[in-house]
């Protein structure tokens, strides 16, 4: 039985996701998420991950917001907490690392 620490939003959020895949290559992708919560998000994607890398994440528009212009984008460095193969795609939990995302339902349902 799964025993998530935050409440999971089902979303399609835009996302860019930068890092270095199992193979060595450094990666900028876009994706969409697939759920997304205060501490993390999920994203399907053929590209091959491992386990407990690191990433860097962009969501466009979900950061605080600046006066006179609106939403900036939110940052945050994140790991890879899973990896779950899916056919020809993977599907993959992401973790924020010291930044939490302003999520916009109630979390206590």
Known sequence: MEQRSQRRTKA???VVIHGTDARGEAFDETLEAQDVSRRGLSV???RDLALYSSLSVTIPGRGPAQPGIGPSDFFSAA???RVERLGEQNRVAIRFVGSTLT????ESL
Do not use: A, F, H, M
């Open 79 to 81: 790991t890879v907490v």
């Open 12 to 14: 399609l959020v835009p």
């Open 103 to 106: 999520t916009y339902v109630s």
């Open 44 to 46: 399907l994607t053929r």
